[in-house]
Nanobody, 115 residues
Framework: QVQLVESGGGLVQPGGSLRLSCAAS????????MGWYRQAPGNKRELVATRTNYGSTNYANSVKGRFTISRDNAKNTVYLQMNSLKPEDTALYYCYAAQYGMDYWGKGTLVTVSS
């Protein structure tokens, strides 16, 4: 079973940047797909970005060109670099991992974009 712990959320002004981290409880080399989802109040959870262990990435259209997902297998960590943040990026951001047909989720880290 994979445990995921997010960090790096906080309050940032529009146009600012944040980097989220997701630390896994085990080696992520064998984890096929990892990434980030988010859920804003009153909305459904939505995909933000995912990255496979082969390097294939998938981004939501709303974050393309602004967010970048990366994996550091040596640190068992996935990152989400978020630039040019907008108020509509405000949400609880969840780390996600898929391994051997099972989905795993972290508890989330809150990102608030406001002036």
């Amino acid at each position: 079973q994979v445990q995921l712990v997010e960090s790096g959320g906080g309050l940032v002004q529009p146009g600012g940047s944040l980097r989220l981290s997701c630390a896994a409880s085990q080696s992520i080399v064998s984890i096929n797909n990892m990434g980030w989802y988010r859920q804003a109040p009153g909305n459904k959870r939505e995909l933000v970005a995912t990255r496979t262990n082969y390097g294939s990435t998938n981004y939501a259209n709303s974050v393309k060109g602004r967010f970048t997902i990366s994996r550091d297998n040596a640190k068992n960590t996935v990152y989400l670099q978020m630039n040019s943040l907008k108020p509509e990026d405000t949400a609880l951001y969840y780390c996600y991992a898929a391994q051997y047909g099972m989905d795993y989720w972290g508890k989330g880290t809150l990102v608030t974009v406001s002036s």
